[in-house]
């Protein structure tokens, strides 16, 4: 599976006020540091508005992804220097998570609203 079709997207799993939380990862998109964030689920539509602190984003893409697919200029997207970097930072959050190359996640790509 890769990048698909809007209509061919399997219903979301989790709603868009969802896909960024964290206080660290919303500094990165408003500082467009990051323009992607990778979720177990899908959390949003292609052209769906994401708000943070009063800053728009629209989703741009929406795709599968395996972790051992991952590059290091997708971890830059993710505000990340390198794959390791994000790796490490992924399992910090997730204590225990194993770290499988075959394991699937949802790309949300994302862009400032113009």
């Known amino acids: 599976m890769t990048q698909h079709e809007n209509n061919t997207l399997p219903p979301k799993t989790c709603s868009i006020d969802r896909l960024v939380t964290m206080e660290e990862d919303v500094k990165k998109v408003l500082a467009g540091e990051?323009?992607?964030?990778?979720?177990n689920g899908r959390y949003a539509d292609p052209g769906e508005i994401m708000t943070l602190e009063g800053h728009q984003f629209v989703v741009d893409n929406v795709y599968s992804q395996s972790l051992?697919?991952?590059?290091?200029?997708?971890?830059?997207r993710e505000g990340f220097n390198n794959v390791e970097e994000?790796?490490?930072s992924i399992l910090s959050i997730h204590p225990g998570m194993p770290w499988l190359p075959q394991m699937r996640v949802w790309v949300h790509e994302f862009s400032p609203v113009k």
């Not at 990051?34 to 979720?39: E, I, S």
């Not at 051992?68 to 830059?76: I, M």
């Open 68 to 76: 051992g697919e991952l590059t290091d200029d997708d971890a830059r």
């Open 86 to 88: 994000y790796k490490q």
């Open 34 to 39: 990051k323009t992607a964030t990778r979720r």
